[in-house]
């Protein structure tokens, strides 16, 4: 068995590279331009890993648009993909600071729009993102066309504002929507298209672009007729190029979670086995009450074992699991599908370690690349002079 400092996060460079290949197999088919999203993960080895087969990077941030073109546009690197941002607040000083080379910058708003155009670079296509009041998802605090959404403009408002003054989207170049959450039937990203054209036509001919943008998990060509159709609606049907931004599409599947069994003991109905991570590590396993994967689980194991995190908080837990084999103190358990969402949103409660991130080869080899440590939680506390014990 592998030695890992546990809690550990794995990143299996040869999964990333298998599923990053599809979404450019399925962007080159369909012909469109691919994005990749950090906001799902921006581990290095992960940017690094899908920067060759992308054609940039759609971000939400000053701090992810300074590791982006840092790691991947910097002085020495091979790459030269675009950079795009695209967030519900942006800041002029972004803008002053990156300049001429945001490819794109989408405002979330009419409103933001008007107050920052000026600060735009005149090298920097402008977009306005839009609202297709078309909702697939049934959590609310996951869709972007609830009621009072705070994201985009509404396209029945902006198709009002187009009546009373066709020139009102002047010096907006593209448009961007973001509709679905996770979502594998690409029904309803067609739906939408076509509800945005029928609502919105005059606003599809006086752009040049339009931005897809995540939300769906493409499983394989053959699953991604509506896909295609929807491309070739903006683009054969309004002369538009297409983006698209995935981001748990490309990561979710290559990266694991790998805990240590500390201790075991007799719950009300069958064994609890407290783990060395936490919820702090994978945070949507509780935010949207799932039971996350774990490998050797079946549903018919004779060993069952409540998998337990490491922190005082009662909902500290995976789930219940049964095992063909029994765990002990000192056995390993494995999440799977946690590349997304699961670095990006991980945090200290309690001041439990983040997990210690470790690559792992296409060779098989596991490298570690980065280890937590006591300064780095006191840094975030807002100290810097504390020593350790």
């Given at each position: ?21 599809l ?32 054609d ?9 648009l300074r590791?982006v ?38 405002f ?9 155009q ?7 296509s402008?977009?306005l993102?839009?609202?297709?009041e078309?909702s697939f ?38 448009l961007?929507?973001h ?7 690409f ?5 939408t ?6 609502v ?16 769906y ?25 297409v983006f ?11 990266g694991?979670i ?18 060395d ?71 200290r409660f309690n ?19 980065w ?19």
């Amino acid at each position: 068995m592998e030695v890992l400092d546990t809690p550990a996060y794995v990143i299996n460079e040869k999964i990333l590279q298998s599923d990053i290949g599809l979404l450019r197999q399925i962007a080159d088919q369909a012909g469109c331009r691919l994005l990749y999203s950090p906001k799902a993960s921006s581990l290095a080895p992960v940017l690094t890993g899908v920067a060759a087969h992308v054609d940039g990077f759609a971000c939400s941030s000053l701090f992810e648009l300074r590791l982006v073109d840092a790691l991947c546009r910097g002085e020495g690197s091979p790459h030269e993909g675009s950079l795009h941002l695209v967030s519900p607040l942006i800041d002029g000083s972004t803008l002053d600071e990156f300049g001429d080379r945001l490819n794109s910058v989408t405002f979330n708003s009419m409103s933001q729009w008007r107050k920052l155009q000026a600060r735009v670079s005149a090298s920097t296509s402008i977009g306005l993102r839009i609202n297709p009041e078309l909702s697939f998802v049934h959590d609310t605090r996951y869709d972007p066309c609830r009621l009072n959404s705070k994201l985009g403009v509404p396209i029945s408002r902006l198709a009002d504002l187009m009546a009373d003054d066709r020139g009102v989207l002047q010096g907006i170049d593209g448009l961007h929507f973001h509709s679905n959450c996770e979502s594998t039937d690409f029904a309803s990203l067609l739906a939408t298209a076509r509800h945005i054209q029928d609502v919105i036509p005059e606003a599809l001919e006086a752009v040049s672009w339009i931005n897809l943008g995540g939300g769906y998990i493409f499983q394989s060509v053959e699953e991604s007729a509506a896909f295609f159709e929807t491309v070739a609606l903006f683009c054969n049907g309004f002369g538009l190029q297409v983006f698209i931004e995935p981001g748990a599409a490309a990561v979710r599947r290559c990266g694991t979670i790998v805990a240590t069994v500390r201790d075991i003991f007799e719950g009300d109905d069958c064994q609890i086995a407290v783990l060395d991570t936490s919820v702090n590590h994978m945070p949507e396993v509780l935010e949207f009450q799932f039971e996350p994967d774990v490998l050797g689980h079946v549903d018919d194991g004779v060993h069952t074992y409540v998998l337990a995190g490491c922190t005082c908080l009662a909902g500290d837990m995976f789930g219940q699991y049964a095992f063909d084999a029994a765990l002990s103190i000192g056995s390993q358990v494995t999440f799977l599908n946690m590349g997304a969402y699961s670095a990006s949103k991980a945090h200290r409660f309690n001041g439990v370690a983040l997990p210690s991130l470790y690559t792992r080869r296409d060779t098989g080899r596991l490298d570690q690349i980065w280890a937590d440590h006591f300064d780095n939680f006191a840094n975030n506390v807002g100290s810097s002079t504390v020593a350790p014990a």
